[in-house]
């Protein structure tokens, strides 16, 4: 009886043991499922807002010619296909594109006749659109890779994680140097 009852206990954990290994997996390839869904999400509107720019740098250019270098520094960002780029140059390429946009709006600040085109004043209201979707998606982006950092920095799921190769993801956020004020010259 005795042996008996010691196999019955042995096969038990195991069969504990192996049943929290597959439950706690699952919850990782659900996090990181999430973290994949709250990017496509996100990259909608990045993508909106990439197609977006060249048609509201045309329009500032036309008015304020001598900003070479901030059109220049705009274009070196959007060089490239964006559906070729990676997830990770994504997020980097638009944290860089919301540090230059706001020195635009500035440019367009300084130019009345600007202010009142029409076209301008279309594309800057898409655009605050386009931002406050991507504010709100980047909240749902940046709370699921949370959830998935937690899985994976948290004993026992970290082990079972690492053994199965569930990798986090990168916050979005911006740079301390991007924090600072825009500063414009002319």
Not at 56 to 73: D, G, R
Not at 134 to 152: C, D, F, M, P, Q
Request: with cysteine; net charge negative; glycine share 2%.
């Amino acid at each position: 009886m005795d042996n008996s009852l010691f196999t019955i206990t042995i096969i038990l954990l195991f069969t504990i043991c192996i049943i929290y290994i597959i439950v706690t997996y699952n919850k990782g390839i659900k996090l990181r499922n999430y973290v994949r869904e709250a990017f496509s999400i996100m990259d909608v509107y990045l993508k909106k807002r990439w197609d977006l720019i060249p048609n509201l740098i045309e329009v500032v250019k036309s008015y304020a010619q001598h900003e070479k270098e901030l059109f220049e520094s705009i274009s070196k960002i959007r060089t490239g296909d964006y559906s070729s780029y990676s997830y990770d140059s994504k997020i980097n390429t638009n944290i860089q594109l919301e540090f230059i946009l706001p020195k635009i709006i500035a440019v367009a600040e300084n130019y009345p006749e600007l202010k009142a085109n029409e076209h301008f004043s279309k594309l800057m209201s898409e655009l605050v659109d386009i931002e406050n979707d991507i504010a709100n998606s980047r909240k749902y982006y940046n709370g699921t890779v949370r959830e998935l950092s937690n899985y994976l920095e948290i004993f026992p799921s970290s082990v079972i994680a690492a053994i199965f190769g569930i990798k986090g993801a990168k916050m979005f956020e911006i740079s301390d140097n991007e924090r600072k004020d825009v500063e414009v010259n002319f």
